[in-house]
């Protein structure tokens, strides 16, 4: 059986349930597996061809051992988890008129929109189901900077086996974005905007990571999380890299490249794994706004905290990518005591800075641009107008406007961007990108965001200085 250890260490190995219920490692590292399995030349030829459901089964069987979850009902989840999907191919590919070797993937058709709805449906399906067998009950707490939190409220919609409690920074996502969260009315919902937060998500994120550091707390409120720090999250989103690459390559020997968006390392450590496993990918694009932390790491050998600047791609406004320090476990060879000097280092300087050993290990297949507001700006401007006739959302724009200005490192290779939003949970940036209310495209517009106007809202209000307390509080409150 596959077991699950900690990039510190600091724990004994756990199964599959025992890893996705806790979502963070008791020793403060993350989950990760004993090996990352391979996929042979001939299964990745037997692979192409299949539906994304039966893509995922595959896949996701390779780290569920079949005494976790029979296949009957494995197979019973993941066709719950994508059954909300507004389109049959689940994560679509379109080919550019513009450009004949540039893919995009939307990765939006599922019920919030978002490329989160891909696996954080299977991810909550996944933790109901063995809560439910277990005859227990959990709050999920996480941090979102805008369609996180919508995406998980979402799927534990009445769920009777988990409270989920979705934080979000005020004034640092989308109104569109909150209303998605803070509409729900279903009594294990509870939504929560946190006032006064310099670094956005960062700072939230920062409460929840000091919360879980509290082990006896965590098991008398029976916490877990839902963010990409759980191993479940990043396992499925490789799926999407599979299905992707099967859709555009013309043979298995074929290489491609990948451009993300990227702000938690989360979607993008996702394609690495699948990379790890055996799909053929020349190389990632890490496709930063002007937060730019995974660019500065491959320009400058410098891995550090800066303050946070607000962008139109705001779901990718994070200075501290945390799934990036499951990318170094894995580069360093596995090195837990490495990471956890890095990791200290980081908490207490603000910094890493890397020997020329360990930044070949990190740009092994791996190149960055970082997007300026107004190439983010224009770039959807001119998608639309131009030949493709395309609205992109603001983070899709951050991907294609990074394979644009890497024209030549491409060298007419294959390339799919990935969009990880629909454009319309961003009408002041299409309206800024446009300059014109009058010309607002019918694109930026969808029925589901535009229900949510009129809805009534029931959410909390706390201020950073005291999240941890008010909101420890008002779980005890709940429970009681």
Same mark, same amino acid.
């Given at each position: ?358 930044? /070949? #290990?990190? %740009? !092994? ?7 300026? +507001?107004? &190439? $983010? @700006?224009?770039?959807? *401007? ?67 965001? /535009? #229900?949510? %106007? !009129? ?7 706390? +201020?950073? &200085? $005291? @999240?941890?307390?008010? *909101? ?9």
């Amino acid at each position: 059986m596959l077991n699950y250890v900690s990039t510190k260490g600091g724990v004994l190995a756990v199964d599959f349930e025992t890893a996705v219920l806790r979502g963070f490692a008791e020793d403060g590292g993350m989950f990760v597996p004993e090996y990352i399995p391979k996929i042979s030349k001939e299964k990745l030829k037997e692979w192409k061809g299949l539906s994304f459901n039966d893509l995922a089964f595959q896949i996701v069987s390779l780290y569920i051992d079949e005494s976790i979850i029979p296949e009957n009902d494995l197979k019973k989840i993941i066709e719950k988890s994508t059954s909300t999907f507004k389109h049959p191919d689940i994560v679509p590919v379109v080919q550019l008129k513009s450009d004949s070797n540039h893919y995009l993937m939307e990765l939006f058709h599922g019920p919030t929109l978002s490329f989160k709805d891909v696996a954080m449906g299977f991810l909550i399906n996944i933790m109901d189901y063995f809560l439910e067998r277990k005859g227990e009950k959990v709050s999920l707490l996480l941090a979102t900077t805008g369609d996180t939190g919508p995406a998980a409220a979402y799927a534990c919609m009445g769920k009777k086996t988990i409270d989920c409690w979705p934080l979000f920074p005020t004034g640092f996502i989308s109104d569109e974005q909150a209303r998605q969260m803070t509409t729900i009315q279903d009594s294990n919902i509870h939504s929560i905007s946190v006032n006064n937060c310099p670094s956005g998500g960062d700072d939230i994120d920062a409460v929840i990571s000091e919360i879980f550091s509290n082990l006896s707390l965590v098991k008398e409120l029976k916490l877990s999380s839902v963010n990409s720090i759980n191993w479940c999250r990043v396992m499925f989103q490789s799926i999407h890299y599979f299905y992707g690459y099967f859709k555009v390559a013309e043979n298995i020997d074929e290489k491609i490249i990948f451009s993300v968006p990227t702000g938690a390392f989360g979607n993008l450590f996702a394609g690495y794994l699948a990379r790890e496993m055996g799909l053929p990918v020349k190389e990632f694009i890490c496709a930063n706004n002007i937060n730019g932390t995974v660019h500065r790491v491959l320009e400058s050998n410098i891995f550090s905290r800066e303050k946070i600047k607000k962008t139109p791609s705001n779901a990718i406004d994070i200075v501290l990518p945390y799934n990036f320090w499951r990318f170094l476990y894995f580069i360093s060879g596995r090195n837990s005591s490495e990471l956890s000097k890095w990791m200290d280092e980081y908490t207490k300087t603000g910094k890493v800075e890397f020997d020329s050993a360990t930044m /070949e #290990s990190i %740009k !092994n297949g791996f190149t960055s641009f970082s997007v300026s +507001n107004e &190439e $983010t @700006l224009s770039t959807i *401007l001119e998608m639309y107008e131009g030949t493709d006739k395309y609205l992109l959302d603001p983070h899709g724009a951050v991907a294609v406007s990074a394979v644009k200005s890497l024209k030549s490192r491409i060298d007419g290779r294959k390339v799919i961007s990935l969009l990880t939003a629909h454009p319309a949970k961003f009408p002041d940036v299409i309206y800024k990108a446009f300059n014109s209310i009058d010309d607002f495209p019918k694109e930026g517009k969808h029925f589901e965001i /535009e #229900s949510l %106007k !009129n809805k009534k809202e029931k959410y909390y209000s706390f +201020n950073c &200085e $005291t @999240l941890k307390d008010d *909101l420890i509080g008002r779980i005890k409150e709940l429970k009681n």
